[in-house]
């Protein structure tokens, strides 16, 4: 969720943008998911606080029948692996054999902590369901009038449909497209139309202004609603851009301005007055020089403002974006298909993309049940969904996992990919690499682990798929989490408060002790 690449969460140049965002058949067994989700839901039963800190089954030492296979795995006690972490807070976990959903060990598995990330494996299954593996998204150029010497007799009309995956080469071949039909001006507007989805202008209002994995989100995104800041020192000051770049095309920015102020703290200030996103940057974070990507808070006018500039290149003059809720009827002049819905969700669930998590999340509830009017109204939708589909007690603020106040527990996610198996979420998911005991990869290892991570501020879990080496199919659901302390993180902190990075690294460990520890017992 948080961070980079994992999960605070493209294509091309933007994958190393992206904390988190690649093209499945439409032949749904729904019938099968249910029969799943049923299938899972008597041993689940099992795991409730009651379950043993420990496996009733004692690990294996040698000549007691361990493996070869398994031999060289650290078959500790679940107890011991997670007094060595020293965590704090509350460890939950749970393991299960795959084909019969029988529970093989758990502890805390009915304890409710913030899931992070891994909702995003709740929001694919909801996303595929709903809206089928083959689903696109269409972003279109459509003119309301004629076209008469080169010029629309009329409003001209950038409709999007969410994508969440669009960038500046896509809005860069559809303005070539006008050029290449001849067109050089309207007569009318220029419309932006963006009531796909309601705009919201943040995920998570707790997270640091500048987080670009929590930019707001709209009808019409562009590259995950992040613009590129980029400076260099220059005299006894700095030069400053905002821009949009590709690997093609690229855009100056008018919609957003930054300043450079004369100070140490914070480092990022952010409004908007009159229509423009107005930055500040402390000085004393810049150096010589650098660049990073920003969140984009209006992302209707972000997009509207560089395909006018890219319209422009190609010779076609644009007036000023004005925004729509409802896209008028028109004559199509360029379209952009977005991949079908599996491989975003591929990526998405790589890179952990928050926008993503949250577009389709929407989109889905969209479908389901109409307009959604916020963000909270579609988490409230899928929520009610997992409830009657799974039998989840679960409390969901978002699609993506990045609110602090969003609750499941391990029981909910072994139940939710045990049914998941009959629509594929393994085979969508990123590979996972074993560590031995010293932190290096094991290379060499039969054991393959398919999983998504989650991480926030003190919190640190993992879902997924555990092949043993002898070829044990497991399914398993690691959470832990410190939330008062989680919570107690001063906002100018967040993503970085002192300690984080050493809990999370024990977490990982633990992790990594417990895959393990199953592999050998379970093998």
Not at 404 to 417: C, G, M, S, W
């Amino acid at each position: 969720m948080k961070g980079g690449l994992s999960g605070r969460a493209g294509s091309g140049f933007l994958a190393g943008m992206m904390e988190g965002d690649i093209r499945v058949s439409r032949r749904w067994l729904l019938g099968g998911l249910a029969a799943g989700a049923a299938g899972a839901a008597a041993p689940a039963l099992a795991l409730d606080k009651a379950a043993p800190r420990i496996s009733l089954r004692p690990a294996p030492r040698p000549g007691d029948g361990a493996s070869a296979a398994s031999a060289h795995l650290r078959a500790e006690p679940a107890s011991e692996i997670i007094a060595r972490a020293r965590l704090g807070g509350e460890v939950g976990y749970a393991v299960v054999d795959a084909k019969t959903g029988a529970v093989l060990e758990s502890a805390g598995a009915a304890d409710a902590l913030p899931p992070a990330s891994t909702t995003k494996t709740l929001t694919t299954v909801y996303a595929l369901e709903t809206l089928g593996p083959d689903y696109r998204f269409t972003t279109r150029v459509l003119a309301t009038g004629p076209v008469a010497n080169g010029v629309v007799q009329g409003d001209l009309v950038l409709a999007g449909a969410g994508d969440p995956t669009l960038l500046t080469d896509d809005l860069g071949d559809m303005a070539a497209a006008l050029k290449k039909a001849g067109i050089t001006g309207i007569t009318g507007r220029f419309l932006v139309a963006d009531g796909a989805l309601p705009s919201v202008s943040v995920i998570d209002p707790t997270q640091p202004v500048e987080a670009g994995y929590n930019p707001g989100i709209s009808g019409i995104n562009l590259n995950f609603n992040r613009v590129h800041f980029g400076w260099k020192k220059q005299g006894s000051g700095w030069a400053v851009e905002l821009n949009a770049p590709g690997n093609r095309f690229t855009a100056p920015v008018t919609v957003a301005r930054m300043t450079v102020a004369d100070r140490r703290t914070p480092p990022y200030t952010y409004a908007r007055q009159g229509g423009v996103e107005e930055w500040t940057v402390a000085s004393f974070l810049l150096g010589r020089g650098g660049n990073r990507w920003l969140p984009v808070r209006a992302p209707a006018p972000y997009a509207g403002d560089v395909f006018r500039a890219l319209a422009l290149a190609e010779g076609v003059r644009l007036p000023m974006a004005v925004l729509t809720d409802a896209t008028p009827a028109g004559t199509e002049l360029a379209r952009h298909e977005s991949d079908d819905l599996r491989t975003i969700l591929r990526v998405m669930l790589k890179y952990s993309t928050n926008v993503t998590a949250e577009i389709v999340g929407m989109t889905a509830s969209t479908k389901r049940g109409g307009p959604v009017t916020s963000l909270a109204d579609s988490a409230k939708r899928m929520t009610d969904w997992a409830k009657a589909r799974f039998g989840f007690d679960i409390t969901l603020i978002d699609h993506s996992g990045l609110g602090i106040e969003n609750r499941a527990t391990p029981a909910d996610f072994v139940r939710l990919l045990q049914a998941a198996q009959s629509v594929g979420l393994r085979e969508i998911l990123k590979p996972y690499l074993m560590l031995d005991h010293r932190g290096d990869i094991m290379r060499h290892t039969k054991i393959k682990v398919d999983a998504k991570s989650g991480t926030l501020d003190f919190v640190s879990n993992l879902v997924g798929y555990e092949t043993t080496a002898k070829g044990r199919e497991l399914i398993f659901a690691i959470l832990t989490g410190d939330v008062p302390r989680s919570e107690a993180v001063p906002a100018d902190q967040r993503g970085r408060p002192p300690g984080v990075r050493a809990w999370t690294g024990r977490a990982h460990m633990l992790q990594q002790g417990l895959m393990q520890r199953w592999a050998a017992v379970y093998d």
